[in-house]
């Protein structure tokens, strides 16, 4: 066994753990952490297949970016485990049910492409441009329409989240801009005249006594 191999398989070990332990891990900072670290391995492992676009947007995009966005949230909000953990074990039969048929379903789709006595040689033409351009050209020229209409499901998507939560509930809290751009002076500040209250002076302990 060569190192990359070897190296391989290690990342390969931590990211199943730590892929684990995101969905078993009691602490919600914990589980973003164990993400983080899921990230950061399938980024090795992407590096060890010389596809350094994808490790470097992981990195960038997901561990730079996304899930430190989602730490600091969910260190903000100081979610409740226990509550978030309500029906684990209940729902847990469908959850695996449905984990193992999604697995099913990407291992049917990508299975072809691990197929590597079908992939054809290089040109050296092609070699010299690198992997970056190369992925450019290949999605935006064969992988068009299927990323045009993943764009679109992303924006139902994001749209779909907005309008879930900003739906009027009692215990949350919004602002309504074209309320606020249409304040005034006399919304903000408010002249009160107060009657002034004069106290009058002590009386002098030695003003009653004489000598």
């Given amino acids: 066994m060569d190192t990359i191999t070897a190296l391989f398989y290690f990342f390969s070990a931590v990211l199943l753990g730590a892929s684990f332990r995101v ?5 919600t900072v914990h589980s973003a952490l164990f993400l983080i670290l899921a990230f950061f391995s ?4 992407w590096m060890l297949l010389k596809a350094e676009f994808l490790a470097i947007t992981l990195v960038l995009v997901y561990i ?3 899930m430190v966005l989602f730490l600091f949230v969910v260190m903000m909000l100081d979610i409740g485990s226990d ?11 469908l959850a695996g049910f ?18 590597v006595s079908n992939v054809p040689e290089l040109s050296p033409a092609a070699a010299k441009m690198g992997n970056t351009k190369l992925l450019g050209i290949e999605i935006y020229t064969h992988y068009l329409y299927p990323l045009q209409i993943a764009a679109v499901l992303l924006l139902v998507a994001i749209i779909a989240a907005i ?6 509930r009692k215990d949350s809290r919004y602002q309504n801009p074209a309320e606020q751009v249409k304040v005034t002076k006399a919304d903000r ?3 009160i005249k107060v009657k002034p209250t004069v106290e009058a002076p002590a009386a002098d302990n030695n003003s009653n006594g004489g000598v």
């Fill in 83 to 93: 509550r978030v953990r309500e029906g684990f074990y209940k729902h847990l039969p």
């Fill in 163 to 168: 309008a879930l939560t900003l739906r009027q």
């Fill in 42 to 45: 399938a980024s090795c492992i």
């Fill in 98 to 115: 449905v984990g193992a048929l999604i697995a099913l379903e990407m291992a049917a789709i990508l299975m072809s492409g691990f197929r």
């Fill in 23 to 27: 969905i078993t891990a009691r602490s």
């Fill in 64 to 66: 730079g970016a996304v």
């Fill in 189 to 191: 500040l408010r002249i």
